[in-house]
């Protein structure tokens, strides 16, 4: 078992450019999360999907979006990347929504210059 | 104020010594707790639930005090691995609110 990948680990981008983060679990759980963690701030949820076909806005929901493409792979896009979007981003799985414990992918670096 | 606080450190320590870290929560409704653990440039992986009694798992122990809103984490024989971040977590109480807020973290370095 894999666990959690995320594609790809680190990525350089021009403000304005576009990108897509992809997120996989071989874990057949049914939710999935996508959190971004900044110096000095804990890890901040931006959208989750508590099953497939739902996605749900976190907490800082703007300037990305999400595809739950089907049980396994949870994708985030940022349509015009801006510098206040470098960050490390992880993607993380659970059993379910109300299940306790996720499990975390490695997490891809972003610069955004 | 924050939902979840923690002195970020760090905390330097010698290998031996017994260390505790505390969490304050700032949402009394709050349902459950836990501490992760975060390696240096490495993905949070859960260490441990924080249950009402008290829970142990080897050298690490966990207590949660509601009155008070705060959780520690105590770790005896400190060992050179159990360098790391420690996160506090806590679990929103409400259907449809499940999700975790995380702590930033609290630094700990293990001394030869």
């Known amino acids: 078992n894999a666990g959690v990948t995320q594609t790809p680990k680190f990525q350089v981008l021009k403000t304005g450019q576009s990108m897509t983060l992809q997120c996989a679990q071989d874990m057949n759980h049914n939710s999935m999360y996508w959190y971004r963690q900044d110096p000095g701030m804990g890890l901040r949820l931006i959208y989750y999907s508590a099953s497939e076909g739902t996605t749900d806005k976190g907490e800082v929901p703007n300037g990305y979006n999400v595809s739950r493409l089907n049980k396994r792979e949870f994708s985030l896009r940022l349509e015009s990347a801006a510098p206040s979007q470098t960050s490390v981003y992880f993607c993380?799985?659970?059993?379910?929504?109300?299940?306790?414990?996720?499990?975390f992918g490695p997490g891809t670096r972003l610069l955004v210059l | 104020r924050k939902e979840v606080e923690q002195d970020p450190g760090p905390f330097n320590v010698p290998e031996g010594a017994t260390v505790a870290f505390n969490c304050t929560y700032s949402n009394s409704a709050s349902q459950s707790f836990f501490w992760y653990r975060q390696d240096c440039r490495k993905e949070p992986k859960l260490l441990m639930s924080?249950?009402?009694s008290g829970n142990e798992d080897g050298r690490f122990t966990a207590q949660l005090n509601r009155a008070s809103q705060y959780i520690s984490l105590l770790i005896r024989d400190s060992k050179l691995s159990d360098s790391a971040t420690y996160l506090c977590?806590?679990?929103?109480?409400?259907?449809?609110?499940?999700?975790?807020?995380f702590g930033t973290g609290t630094r700990l370095t293990i001394i030869p």
């Open positions: 993380a799985s659970s059993e379910s929504r109300v299940q306790e414990t996720q499990y």
């Open positions: 924080v249950y009402s």
């Open positions: 977590v806590v679990k929103g109480a409400n259907f449809g609110n499940e999700k975790l807020t």
